[in-house]
């Protein structure tokens, strides 16, 4: 079975497909079980409309995260029967923005949340950070607040699984500065952040966007993975991260090999943020 369970559409910022025109491309490559999870990165709830956007109203955050679920439901009820449509969102930043995340997280159209961290408190996107501008302290002093946000986040716990950790990895990978990160350093942070969300009875995910970039990785790669399971986790999705239409199902394949080899026997799909499980 094909499940991909982290893709986004043009109702996220950064995407370019519509919601039917992602289910459709889904249906034709195979897809059993997709999961629409467009951003809702908190911290950015009330961002404000550039003078270069027309309708003012329903720009920002707050207005394309609810416009996303709202659609999703709608196409829930007319794909019934063709695929297993999940309604859902990646919650970008939750405790940037904790009132925000809150009325993200109440919204019972939801069958599944991503908790992702995408910039720390004060910084931009590590998509956007000049690594090359940074010495190896800066990277370092970069990770270290990650993992220390991420494990906030993951005490907080009120999404479903934790969204490509290391995701940081994939950009410092990209602008050549890999060698100065010894992740030997992060052991104890990763064990930290596993051992909340199992006893939170969250999970992570297996994304395989990395393998379609420089890192050449999933996001977390397989030690990682192999590593949660070991210590008792047991919900674990795939996703691809898809932002366009050809993106879907992509690395799907490999991601559910990664989860065999880390000693799992199923993946986790949600309906109404109650985790079912698939046997692979």
């Known amino acids: 079975m094909l499940i991909d369970l982290h893709t986004h559409s043009a109702f996220s910022p950064d995407a370019v497909d519509g919601v039917q025109t992602m289910i459709e ?34 720009y920002g ?26 309604c859902g969102t990646e919650l970008g930043q939750p405790l940037q923005n904790p009132d925000a995340a809150e009325k993200i997280v109440s919204d019972k159209r939801l069958d599944f949340i991503i908790g992702s961290h995408h910039m720390n408190r004060g910084k931009d996107d590590f998509y956007w950070l000049e690594y090359g501008k940074m010495d190896s302290s800066e990277i370092v002093s970069l990770l270290d607040d ?6 906030e986040m993951c005490r907080w716990g009120s999404f479903d699984v934790l969204g490509h950790l290391t995701y940081p990895l994939r950009y410092i990978t ?85 989860a065999k080899q880390a000693g799992f026997t199923h993946l986790t799909c949600f309906e109404k943020r109650s985790p079912n499980f698939i046997s692979i």
């Open 25 to 58: 491309e889904a249906l034709g490559r195979g897809v059993e079980v997709l999961a629409i999870t467009d951003h809702c990165d908190c911290n950015f709830w009330e961002l404000p409309a550039p003078d270069t956007v027309r309708d003012r109203e329903m």
């Open 61 to 86: 955050v707050k207005y394309y995260a609810k416009a996303s679920i709202s659609r999703v439901d709608d196409m829930k009820k007319i794909y019934a029967g063709r695929i297993n449509l999940l």
């Open 146 to 151: 990650y993992f220390e946000e991420v494990l």
């Open 174 to 258: 990209e602008r050549g500065r890999i060698e100065d990160v010894d992740m030997k350093r992060y052991e104890e942070p990763i064990r930290e952040i596993f051992r909340t969300l199992i006893h939170n009875g969250k999970g992570i995910e297996i994304n395989t966007s990395g393998l379609r970039q420089p890192i050449g990785k999933t996001l977390p790669e397989l030690d990682y993975v192999k590593l949660y399971r070991e210590m008792g986790g047991s919900i674990l999705t795939v996703g691809s991260d898809a932002h366009k239409k050809g993106d879907i199902g992509a690395g799907i394949e490999e991601g559910i090999k990664i």
